[in-house]
């Protein structure tokens, strides 16, 4: 299992690799400003051949705008196109 983190102003993507599926945790403010940090992670975990699951965490969310949503959105489409299941949630330990 691999995790790597990424941390802006006010916000930060935690990724976790685990066996069949990714787990994206996000922390702080998503806004106009660090979306496209999102949409640069989200976008490179589903180009990969053999991702069967995504998995999102928004519980570490303290806020979000409409360009964070759109980027869910966008992730969302790619990951139909790609026959990936897109996740909303995680279940905590």
Excluded: W
Aim: with cysteine.
């Amino acid at each position: 299992m691999a995790t790597e983190s990424t941390i802006t102003e006010g916000f930060s993507i935690e990724v976790t690799d685990t066996e069949g599926a990714a787990v994206v945790c996000l922390g702080g403010r998503v806004r106009v400003d660090s979306s496209p940090g999102l949409r640069k992670e989200l976008l490179a975990l589903l180009s990969r051949r053999s991702l069967p699951t995504l998995i999102i965490d928004l519980s570490g969310l303290s806020y979000i705008d409409c360009s964070g949503i759109a980027t869910l959105i966008e992730a969302l489409r790619i990951a139909r196109q790609r026959h990936t299941n897109l996740i909303d949630d995680y279940p905590r330990q």
